[in-house]
């Protein structure tokens, strides 16, 4: 980052913001971008009307004085010169309290337009949302308007208005001024009017506006101080208060910290790696960094500007209000909004966070906030020193709590880095398989959900033709409610169910989830198989899934998939960095703000950001997705009789968003409202019905349909190089998620048998038979039973010598748990708040069989 990107950052970064967040709640009250643009200026004229009113009568000021000490000044020039006239000058200067930089005074209304005008041109004039959109003669928004045509000559008729609109509001102003003040504003008209004669109708209309708000401003003032009464001599002001101007500046920098360093830190300090691009790696403090130069410029730049241009009379209130803010902000932030699901690495819960609120939960905040504001302004009012020292005192322990989350994440970079470096492989051809050998496939779909399966192969009859050959059982089990609690039994079986980790108190989790990691590969490459893992979750418990585990065999082939970018698509790591740096310091305000307006901060994820449509660049998901939308282009078909044994694990499935139906692709405006009319509900093959109410829902739903179109694409590439009869493939996922279908509700446990119901999906070796569901019970623990099938015989652990069977599934009760799925805290020798339930009758769809531990 140079120097001008941290002088934009801090300086225009909180405007641009600013109207960005005003623009999009407008957008979304009005759907029109002309009255968006219109409530734009309004707002933002009223936010600064009190700057340019302080720093007209400033200018007044200056002239008044200029005016007064003119006379003297010009004798003085007359009758010295050189070193003489200087000292002369600044005697004088010093007998009348003046300084000669309050010249620029005169200049203060000018230099305050200019970062407004900077971020409007930043903003206005790259809006994608205004292409097209006409108003009046104006054809496109997003264009020069060219009203008139001269000939072959289109002339732009709204800058010309806007100079003319620009000189009459400072023909008003400067009605008895100096030559010289008229001068500069006629001359900044012209600038403007070169500035922004070529630039969108948009820009030009917003500052038009502007510029009528100041005319209306300037006759306002012209007739209020035309029939109002003489100014009285200003008495002295009062010396302000030390205390509450120390409770002032305390509170604006415990803002800052708050939102610019200690949440930020605290996020990341979460999982470092989660914020790492595999295409675009940068240090994740430089988050931080970011969202500290926001609240900076927020709160220590652009506070403290209207603190210091507001009189001396109300800056007591400043500090209250302040002092009241910040102390707020530390309490919401400590104590709400803390349970609304996991959150992705661009900041988007996996939960629609207004569901998660409850009235009562917004009265408690709203009693908190009302506790504190009443013992804030009973400080201010009796006792101000003791809130200086509060907040000075919370600006100190949140800056040490900062430091620490800081210097936690700055120890683990040089692994981060490491884990990094291991995607820089150089092989395009990922996957291998071969004509005449055998090929053993497992793929991993990260939370796909089995129940969905039904009703997908339904709406997409394709699928049942591309998956010909697979039995897919919609009654299957996960062990465990999460990557860290589910995938070992995936990987390793029966062996590895979270009740069977947890009774082996004396080795580590990360251990023993390595030991089922590596339980396929190895007995794989044993018997005589090449052997490739890619993104093995979670392994040596890293987010960047740390390859090492596998080095004490070389032959076994690793990668990392995520972070590939291929060239049919606009996605890139960086795209998602530049969501990173916006909704980092738009979390922070989110957390610090009342409840009650948490959905409309979050916004979907979206934290206001006008362009949503272009999210989809920025998603997670579009790393997972072209992936498996490329995965031909990744394999390798030989013809040695080399058997081969691939482990794939991909997450698109857990990083859903929003996709255009019927095709389920992402978009660039997605707009599914005619389709959903059309299937208000989906219908599975006998006849039961699914109703997507929620975005949550929706959205799940759309990424599973969008894995499997992709992988059936795959299975025809297969067909056509011929090496799909002689391949077995295991599609399996190692848990399932609560997506709040009532009708899957255990209520008398309080969870949902979507939590453990993962897609299970197998096709053996042989020619093809039709597609078909099966209602037997399964688990997701089988897959290396049914992967060593004809292969092994009688499979042993090579890490713990037991044999490797699917005896347990038999058993009556199944235990399932749930745990932490944070592996940074959750890593010792036993799941941390382990929960269990346990499945009878082996029928995981009736609620009745599930009961307590």
Excluded at 243 to 263: D, E, Q
Aim: proline share 5%.
């Amino acid at each position: 980052m140079t120097v001008i990107d941290i002088l934009h950052k801090l300086i225009l970064g909180p405007i641009e913001l600013l109207f960005d967040v005003i623009f999009s709640l407008s957008m979304q009250a009005k759907g029109s971008p002309v009255l968006s643009i219109v409530v734009l200026s309004i707002a933002i004229n009223i936010l600064v009307l009190p700057l340019y009113k302080k720093a007209d009568a400033l200018q007044r000021e200056e002239q008044e004085i200029s005016k007064r000490l003119k006379p003297r000044i010009d004798q003085i020039k007359e009758a010295f010169t050189g070193d003489e006239r200087f000292m002369m000058l600044q005697t004088f200067y010093r007998q009348n309290n003046y300084k000669p930089y309050y010249v620029l005074r005169g200049s203060l209304s000018l230099l305050l337009q200019i970062p407004f005008f900077m971020a409007a041109y930043n903003f206005l004039s790259n809006l994608t949302v205004l292409q097209g959109v006409s108003f009046g003669p104006i054809a496109n928004l997003a264009a020069p308007d060219g009203m008139l045509k001269i000939g072959g000559t289109a002339i732009n008729v709204l800058p010309i208005l806007m100079t003319l609109i620009n000189i009459v509001s400072g023909m008003i102003y400067t009605r008895g001024m100096p030559l010289k003040s008229k001068v500069q504003l006629y001359g900044m008209a012209l600038i403007f009017l070169v500035l922004l004669y070529n630039s969108p109708a948009g820009l030009v209309f917003y500052w038009s506006l502007n510029n009528v708000f100041s005319l209306l401003k300037n006759i306002i003032e012209k007739l209020f101080r035309k029939h109002s009464a003489p100014e009285k001599a200003k008495k002295p002001a009062k010396p302000e208060n030390r205390h509450l101007r120390g409770a002032f500046f305390g509170s604006v920098i415990l803002l800052m910290i708050l939102t610019g360093l200690l949440i930020p830190s605290a996020v990341i300090h979460a999982s470092p790696a989660e914020f790492v691009e595999m295409d675009a790696f940068r240090n994740p403090l430089s988050f931080v960094f970011s969202a500290f130069l926001l609240a900076a410029g927020t709160f220590l730049l652009w506070c403290v500007i209207y603190y210091l241009l507001s009189d001396r009379k109300r800056r007591p209130l400043y500090a209250l209000i302040f002092g009241a803010l910040a102390i707020v902000a530390l309490g919401n932030y400590m104590f709400f909004g803390n349970n609304y699901g996991n959150m992705s690495a661009i900041l988007v819960y996996d939960r629609d966070i207004a569901q998660s609120l409850k009235s009562s939960q917004k009265l408690i905040n709203l009693g908190v906030i009302l506790a504190l504001c009443g013992a804030v302004f009973l400080l201010w009012k009796k006792k101000p020193v003791i809130l200086r020292t509060v907040t000075a005192l919370a600006c100190l322990v949140t800056f040490g709590m900062s430091a620490v989350n800081m210097v936690s994440v700055a120890t683990r970079l040089p692994e981060i880095r490491r884990l990094a470096d291991q995607s820089k492989q150089s092989e395009d051809k990922i996957i291998h398989l071969d004509k005449s050998g055998k090929n053993v496939v497992v793929i991993m779909l990260d939370r796909a959900i089995g129940y969905f399966a039904p009703f997908i192969f339904e709406e997409k009859p394709q699928l049942k033709e591309q998956f010909a050959g697979f039995i897919c059982y919609p009654n299957t089990l996960s062990y465990g409610n999460g990557t860290n609690t589910g995938t070992p039994a995936l990987f390793g079986g029966y062996e590895y169910t979270m009740d069977k980790i947890n009774a082996r108190t004396e080795e580590l989790l990360v251990d023993k989830h390595n030991e089922a990691l590596r339980l396929m590969p190895l007995l794989f490459h044993d018997a005589g198989f090449e052997v490739t893992v890619c993104d093995p979750p979670l392994a040596n418990y890293q987010w960047i899934a740390d390859l090492s585990i596998f080095d004490d065999v070389p032959d076994i082939r690793t990668f990392i998939t995520e972070g590939r970018v291929f060239d049919d698509t606009t996605f890139s790591g960086e795209s998602r960095n530049a969501v990173r740096d916006r909704n980092m310091f738009c979390y922070s305000l989110l957390r610090i703000a009342p409840v009650a307006v948490h959905s409309v901060l979050y916004d979907g994820g979206n934290y206001n950001k006008t362009e949503k449509q272009l999210s989809f660049e920025n998603s997670l998901f579009m790393s997972q997705y072209t992936f498996l939308k490329n995965l031909e282009s990744v394999t390798k078909v030989g013809e040695s009789g080399q058997n081969e044994f691939l482990v794939m694990v991909n997450s698109l499935t857990h990083e859903p968003m929003e996709l255009q139906e019927p095709a389920y692709e992402p978009a660039e405006y997605v707009d599914n409202a005619e389709y959903d009319a059309e299937h208000p509900t989906r219908v599975s093959e006998d006849g039961r019905t699914m109703t997507l109410s929620t975005q949550m829902q929706r959205e799940a739903y759309q990424a599973n349909v969008a894995a499997l179109l992709l992988l059936g694409n795959w299975m025809d590439s297969l067909r056509e190089q011929g090496v799909y009869e002689n391949t077995r493939i295991i599609i399996a996922s190692d848990h399932g998620t609560n997506l709040d279908f009532e009708d899957l509700e255990v209520k008398h446990l309080g969870i949902s048998t979507m939590m453990f119901n993962p897609l299970y999906m197998v096709k053996d070796f042989g020619e093809e038979k039709p597609f078909a569901f099966s209602d037997e019970f399964m688990t997701h623990a089988d897959t290396p039973t049914l992967a060593f099938a004809g292969f092994i015989e009688n499979p042993v652990n090579p890490a713990t010598g037991n044999p490797v069977t699917d005896a347990d599934k038999q058993n009556d009760a199944q235990v399932v748990g749930a745990s932490d799925w944070n592996v940074e805290e959750n890593n010792g020798t036993t799941f941390k708040d382990t929960s269990y339930c346990v499945l009878r009758n082996h029928d995981l769809r009736v609620p009745e069989n599930w009961s307590g531990e």
